[in-house]
């Protein structure tokens, strides 16, 4: 065990507005710890994704303060390109580039931001693509593979940069249910090596299994924090008594 | 989809009417053909193409000099050759190659004895073509390989060179701009105003999504004033404002003139192409790239601006067939593309009323050259678009 619990994520207060007026996070507070896995649930429109993507500034915010990996992200473009160097990202749908071999969809950001040698992360990449188990597709086009395919090349491609934060949004929601399980059991993989992951999702035995806190956001807000245990069979709060009745 | 061969046969005669109106259709086309036909090879005098073929083919360029355009053409010829070689050998090559090869073999064997081209200039289009074809053959070989490494940078240095061999200067004696023509010069500035252009476009379109407002004021403002005048217009104000507002003598000869307005009209249309493109990139895209921790100057030339560039690939190809044709606006200002000295041929007047002859001629060469940019993009985006499933 570490001595002492190591921050990774620190958001203090967070608000936001979107242009149009509507406030979509509402004073959110969460602390992340290294090698911790958070999993955050809440009906469509919570600002569960718009706060998680604050976490690398694809969002910025208006009030409150958010420290990654020790940098504040703050107006300073400097800051912003090392925190992005240091998180990884999966999105929803998939958003791997389609004009860039499997291949080279890994090596894009390795070559180009870390300035590596082509050469020297080929082998790296590869044993990433077999990690995730599509070792085969390596020469293949993004268009060519299954959606479950898409998405572990995706998580590839972020774990090719060797980050020290892993962020999930919504990760399976745009898979057919029978390739859902792969992705997740990729995570799974993820999260037993020590990864340090925040994930937005719906599935319950998935956050159930692998996270540290579960989460509920409502309406801007955070409403509960609790352990898997607790917050699926004992949980305090009646929003989120609701929330859950609703889906499981 | 495939058709049945009985399809075209129901669409031409399927009822009563449809027969009458294929027949009626079929005899219009037959007399109109047999017109043609009748002119082509009776009234017609072709002997107005075969006197000019030179000064259509290069204007009033000096005849001692000729020899730099050959020089120019050969180098060309062994580039294309050892390319199409190169792009013969990839897997998805979607033209037919051997008919590529027939065409021009007829053509360089027929066209020049056709149009009475010397002896000489016949032998020597003759050695161009089997050096064209040889090269295609043979470089599929190692040494091509380090070409394919560098082969837009020696593109790029050849250009240059010939720019500088037909321009002369540095030891060759210069050629005026103004002295060059016919369709050298038609293919000449169609070539530099779409080198210069779609960078320059490239450049607007993003300028207009920039999120610097004086930037993109900027930009909108060049783009939409451009689209908002006729082209002829512009050239006119290139080729006489300019001229009134610079000092004595420091006006660019009118070539470069004309140049520069064809490149601003045709950088306008395609910077609207490339918006298109630009505007079809699903915001994922960018934010994929962002996290990996590319900065916005990465993002924009290695993932979002080539999937834009494919995107827009149809409507540049389209621009540029439009630009070669209007080039043809040159001859209305008084320089001497291919139109401008068709014209003055038929102002000569041993040449006077054989309009049709020439006028035939040219639209057959315009239409050869733009199907030749049609094709060309086609192949592209072919060849582009097999990298998806």
Known sequence: MQPTKQLMVQA???QKWYPNGF??????????FRGEKVVIMGPSGSGKSTFLRTFNALEDYQEGSIVVDGMELNNDLRNIDAVRREVGMVFQQFNLFPHLSVLDNLLLAPTWVRKRKREDVIQQALSMLERVGISEQAYKFPG???GGQQQRVAIARALCMEPRLMLFDEPTSSLDPEKVREVL???RLLALDGMTMVVVTHEVAFAREVADRVILMDEGQVVEIAPPDQFFNHPKHERTQRFLAQIL | MKRSPLTLQRQLFGSLANSAFTLALFALLVWAGWGVLSWAFGSAQWLVLRANAATLTIGRYPD???WRLWLLLGMLTSLAGVSWGRLRGLNNWPLNDRIAALLFVISAVLLPWLLAFGAINQLRLIFLVLLLLLLRQWSGGAWSKAFGKWWALVWGITYVFGLWLIAGGLGLPAVRPSD?????????????TLLLALPFGVLLALGRRSGLLLVRWVCVAVIE???GAPLITLLFVGQNLVGFLSPNGFAPDRVWRATGVLTVFAAAYLAEAVRGGLNSIPMGQQEAARSLGLSSVQTMGLVVLPQALKVALPALGGQCISLLQDTTLLSIVGLFDLLGIARSVLANPDWLGRYAEVYLFLAVLYWCSCAALALGSRALEKRLATNYS
């Open chain 1, 12 to 14: 203090k207060g967070v």
């Open chain 1, 23 to 32: 406030h979509v996070l509402r004073g959110v507070d969460l602390e992340v």
């Open chain 1, 144 to 146: 060519q593979l299954s």
């Open chain 1, 185 to 187: 059991d990729v995570m």
């Open chain 2, 64 to 66: 001692a000099q000729e």
């Open chain 2, 180 to 192: 060059w023509g016919g369709l050298v010069f038609t293919l000449l500035i169609t070539s530099l």
């Open chain 2, 225 to 227: 004033l451009i689209r």
